[in-house]
């Protein structure tokens, strides 16, 4: 039973270009969480997804980034524009109604350059 | 012992020794805690949890107590080992379940 899946585990960007993370949630699992932790810090909650509906975005900057968790495939962040300031790591995490484990992925390292 | 370094606290303790890692959490609506480990490069790994209605959780090796009253939780790990080494965050699940993660502490254990 695979876990959850990140990819790229890595990628470097220029400011200005786009940066896509994925994230495979585990099988069975329809909620998906999104975080982003800086050096040094803890995990900071960005957006709250289910299959085709976005829950919670509060955390989601309010420009430049968006999410979508579509009836197929993995969940997409997207940030668009990248600045130096997006890197960062970025972990998703999956959770199955009835359960209150999240199962969080490797994550995604971003390096603006 | 304890001390605060550049940025995340870091607890050293020697190999075969308790430790004890503490975390203060916000929310007292929070109903639903949980303990981490993150190892260099890796996600957060589950270690134990608690739910409000209990002040104590056991767990392989490791101990949680819940405080209610001041808003404090800590993790305890008997008998520390090299592989503990990691950082620990401490979570509180509000009603949304989105978790909120405390800063963390560094888990340093000595050969």
Known sequence: NAGVMQNPRHLVRRRGQEARLRCSPMKGH?????YRQLPEEGLKFMVYLQKE??????????????????KEGP?????????RGDSAAYFCASYSTGDYEQYFGPGTRLTVT | GESVGLHLP??????????IINCAYSNSASDYFIWYKQESGKGPQFIIDIRSNMDKRQGQRVTVLLNKTVKHLSLQIAATQPGDSAVYFCAEKDSSYKLIFGSGTRLLVRP
């Open chain 1, 30 to 34: 329809s909620h998906v969480y999104w």
């Open chain 2, 10 to 19: 870091t607890l050293s303790v020697q190999e075969g020794d308790n430790s």
């Open chain 1, 53 to 70: 509906n976005i829950i919670d975005e509060s955390g989601m900057p309010k420009e430049r980034f968006s999410a979508e968790f579509p």
């Open chain 1, 75 to 83: 969940s997409i962040l997207r940030i668009q524009q990248v600045v």
